[in-house]
């Protein structure tokens, strides 16, 4: 039923700047929240930045002041505006949907940040 669809993930020299989108089938206005995680080879899945219902916004401290998830309620879709990016940002970036109860997860989208 729900199918998240990441993209605009890519390669990019550091200090640039990528946008991710993530698009779902379902309609977000009333999902208890929509978030980006992220997994760098090696290591855990993390929280990136998140955004609830209520539009309460949580980033991770790493990317605080650089990146900004934003919500599009008409197009179900969600956005990380990723800004003067670093190679430790190197990694597979998810979208999330979260409910009560349920988390639902896209494949994915790879950003690769070069030195």
């Known amino acids: 039923q729900v199918q998240l669809v990441e993209s605009g993930g890519g390669l990019v020299q550091a200090g640039g700047s990528l946008r991710l989108s993530c698009a779902s089938s379902v309609s977000i206005f009333s999902t208890y929240a929509m978030g980006w995680y992220r997994q760098a080879p090696g290591k855990q899945r993390e929280l990136v930045a998140r955004v609830t219902r209520g539009g309460v916004t949580t980033y991770a401290d790493s990317v605080k002041d650089r990146f900004t998830i934003s919500r599009d309620n008409v197009k179900n879709t969600v956005y990380l505006q990723m800004n003067s990016l670093k190679p430790e940002d190197t990694a597979t970036y998810y979208c999330?949907?979260?409910?009560?109860?349920?988390?639902?997860w896209g494949e994915g989208t790879l950003v690769t940040v070069s030195s």
């Open positions: 999330a949907k979260e409910d009560v109860g349920m988390v639902y």
